[in-house]
């Protein structure tokens, strides 16, 4: 496929910054942005709220190809994201959802559903591409790719942060064991597994911070020319 405007595709693991970073490009050099992740949790909420089968693929791939979503900003720049005309910003952020989206993701129907709407985000004047196959099958023709990674232990401890100041209680071990199981299925699926792309530069931000790791990646957007 030949991008209609540059892409940046930054993929990585769960919990590797990736969020922080695209949306941190994003407003640095005013293009779209692509939360891919996004779009899988609100599937896996979609599903759970029709009460739906994840065996019956032909029915995930319908949910996936028309799925009734909206990203909006309100007046203070914050983002809203709403599923079926219900505000889900924060109910797609749990532990449950997000480990039911990677189950979602690891079968084919779903991810060729979803495929095509990914890449109509492609608008100009670019786009920063967040999830986990943004540069080996969504965009092949990313202009810059990037992997993005931590070690799970780094990236448990970051959850277990985000999760106490939501007043949640969790076990910061059980967190480590799910982000290990995640990244096994996601990395071991049959169809766009969890892998750098050939031409990606690879970024560990275990204990790289993050406006560093955001200069590092504008040093190779210049270096290529793209803005």
């Known amino acids: 496929m030949i991008n209609l405007a540059p892409v940046i595709a930054i993929d990585g693991p769960s919990g590797a910054g990736k969020g922080t970073v695209s949306q941190l490009l994003a407003d640095k050099l005013g293009w779209h942005l692509l939360d891919s992740g996004a779009l899988y949790r609100l599937l896996a909420l ?17 949910l996936a190809e028309h799925l009734d979503i909206q990203f909006l900003q309100d007046a203070e720049g914050r983002l809203d994201i709403i599923l079926e005309g219900e ?18 993701a690891a079968i084919p129907a779903v991810r060729e559903g979803l495929l095509l709407r990914q890449r109509a985000f492609a608008q100009e004047p670019g786009l920063i591409a967040d999830g986990r196959d943004m540069g080996t099958v969504v965009f092949p023709d990313a202009t810059v790719k990037v992997f993005l990674t931590a070690s799970a ?31 096994e299925r996601d990395a071991n699926r049959a169809i766009a597994p969890l892998v750098p792309a050939i031409e990606a530069i690879v970024i560990d931000s275990t204990s790289t911070p993050v406006d560093q790791v955001v200069d590092m990646i504008l040093a190779e957007v210049t270096r290529k020319g793209v803005a």
């Open 87 to 104: 505000v889900v910003t924060q109910a797609i952020r749990t532990e449950e959802v997000g480990n039911q989206a990677s189950i979602l």
């Open 46 to 62: 979609a599903v759970s709220h029709h009460d739906m089968s994840i065996d019956d693929h032909d029915m995930l791939r319908i």
């Open 153 to 183: 232990e780094e990236r448990a401890r970051r959850r277990f942060l985000q999760l106490q100041d939501k007043g949640e209680g969790v076990n910061l071990q059980d967190l480590v064991d799910s982000i290990k199981e995640r990244d």
